[in-house]
């Protein structure tokens, strides 16, 4: 190994000690709790997607001779929502539709929130009320037998409306907590709670699926509402609650010319972020301060920033529509790949062995982001670590859709499928969401992290919710996944073209670190 590389070891198990000893107890239960907060969110998400290919039979009374002998007929006309197994599909993909736009709205709507009231009282609120919206929707419709096809989009919708308060509120808390030098680090390990919800949701599903899909629902959202009554008492939203200094002030992490946070010279320079100083339009360096105070703590703000000024915030835009075209690839994953590993393997994959095998795609979730996150630090850049990761995605769907048929190549495939294509969503909904809302061309002067998370997967959040549209549609319309799959690759090529000027920029100034 020449001298150079062990520098960089070196240099890295430098900052990696160094972050570990920075940090207080606080830091490491704010950490803890909004991972597990977020995780509870997504298990309750994922039940749907773990129970499709049971809506499917249940709702489609043609399947009910695969059930003889266990229903009399007039139970399954009951469920006569439609006439075939194909409207079926289309309803379920709507459904998708219907909580995604509510979702995407939302996230506009508690960014917003985030960064002028008390982010607990947001994210705790969200939780509970999400909790008993599941509650109705999976456990109350079949148990009443409220078979309506607008009693499940309403009362989906208003779930995926509530759940939107979870991202913005705990990135601005954690943003609050773990300065910018180590957000790659720190927000890599930390992006895996959607994958680790994900993961725990398929295996609770998976567990008591025999005794019917409304159970699958009860025990996540009884999970979700006792967890929203805990981070209620645990969460601390600002280093200043509890008497500390909040992240970045007096931080002394530098950069050399290299733009990596792990050369660090003996002498002072000026830090070199992950974003690039640009310009900022007079709209959002306004320095007004406000000082708010609720019963539990006092905290500073800086003006909020209204939701025009934080789009003008530099990179915003394209990150924004870069991940509409991500966030619509990683979630036709999230809410299809149970149903399609059903439906085109049905040897060997029954719906229990399917939820279970496709949390294989959120463990290559959680390495992409962190091995994701651990580069883009290490060399001081993201853009080029996202966009190399989104093109080599592009060549594993194509591997995946046509080489998956046996459990193990399947099992394999997806996994690596999930490293390029989770891997750099969690990036940018996580560290760069964070890099983005607190950048040093801000001044200071304005709090904008919970408006600028809320912008970038709110935007996700629409073009996932077409996404999810357009899948069943064209699934049934060419009668095979193929053409899915295809439409995927041609989504994950347009999210890495939408970063191209960072992308150019980043790679033209060499001396830069530009995001």
Request: aromatic share 16%.
């Amino acid at each position: 190994m020449s001298s150079k590389q062990t520098g960089y070891f070196t240099r890295a198990r430098q900052l990696l000690y160094s972050i570990w000893k920075k940090y207080t107890y606080h830091h490491y239960s704010v950490f803890v709790f909004t991972f597990l907060s977020y995780a509870f969110l997504h298990a309750t998400r994922k039940t749907f997607s773990n129970v499709k290919s049971l809506l499917d039979d249940s709702w489609t009374p043609s399947n009910h001779s695969k059930y003889d002998g266990l229903y009399p007929p007039e139970v399954w006309d009951e469920h006569n929502f439609f006439p075939n197994q194909d409207k079926t599909e289309v309803y379920l993909g709507y459904l998708d539709s219907i909580f995604l736009f509510c979702y995407a709205v939302g996230l506009y709507i508690s960014g917003f929130l985030g960064d002028r009231f008390n982010l607990r009282y947001v994210l705790c609120s969200g939780m509970a009320l999400s909790a008993v919206m599941v509650f109705i929707f999976g456990c109350v419709g079949e148990w009443a037998e409220i078979y309506s096809v607008y009693y499940y989009a309403i009362f989906w919708g208003l779930n995926g409306l509530l759940q939107s308060t979870g991202w913005p509120t705990i990135v601005a808390i954690m943003g609050n907590w773990f300065g910018k030098g180590s957000h790659g680090v720190v927000f890599g390990i930390w992006s895996a709670n959607a994958s680790v919800g994900n993961i725990v949701g398929a295996f609770l599903a998976a567990s008591v699926l025999h005794y019917g899909y409304q159970y699958a629902f009860l025990v996540t959202s009884v999970l979700l509402f006792v967890a929203a009554v805990i981070m209620f008492f645990t969460i601390v939203e600002h280093p200043k609650c509890v008497g500390l200094s909040a992240a970045d002030e007096g931080s002394n992490t530098k950069r050399s010319h290299t733009g990596s946070i792990f050369d660090v010279s003996d002498d002072e320079q000026e830090v070199t972020p992950l974003i690039k100083p640009t310009s900022v339009p007079d709209i959002i360096t306004s320095s007004d301060h406000l000082l708010t105070s609720n019963t539990t703590a006092k905290r500073t703000r800086g003006r909020a920033l209204n939701f025009f000024k934080a789009f003008c915030i530099p990179g915003v835009f394209a990150y924004a529509c870069s991940y509409a075209c991500l966030k619509l690839v990683n979630y036709s994953f999230f809410f299809w790949l149970p149903y399609y590993l059903n439906r085109a393997y049905p040897s060997w994959a029954s719906p229990a062995e399917a939820a279970r095998l496709s949390t294989l795609y959120d463990v290559g979730s959680i390495i992409g982001g962190i091995i994701g996150g651990i580069i883009s630090d290490f060399v001081g850049r993201r853009c080029p670590v996202v966009v190399t990761m989104l093109l080599s995605a592009i060549g594993f769907l194509f591997i995946y859709e046509g080489f998956g048929d046996t459990p193990v190549k399947n099992a394999v495939l997806m996994t690596i499928a999930g490293i390029f294509v989770g891997g750099p969503a969690n990036l940018i909904s996580s560290a760069i969401s964070a890099d983005l809302g607190k950048q040093p061309a801000l001044q200071g002067d304005s709090e904008a992290l919970s408006t600028v998370t809320g912008i970038i997967d709110g935007t996700g959040s629409v073009g996932a919710a077409i996404g999810q549209t357009i899948i069943p549609i064209l699934n049934v319309k060419t009668n095979g996944w193929e053409w899915v799959f295809y439409f995927l690759m041609a989504m994950l090529f347009l999210s890495a073209l939408c970063l191209s000027k960072l992308f150019y920029k980043d790679m033209r100034y060499s001396g830069h670190a530009v995001l």
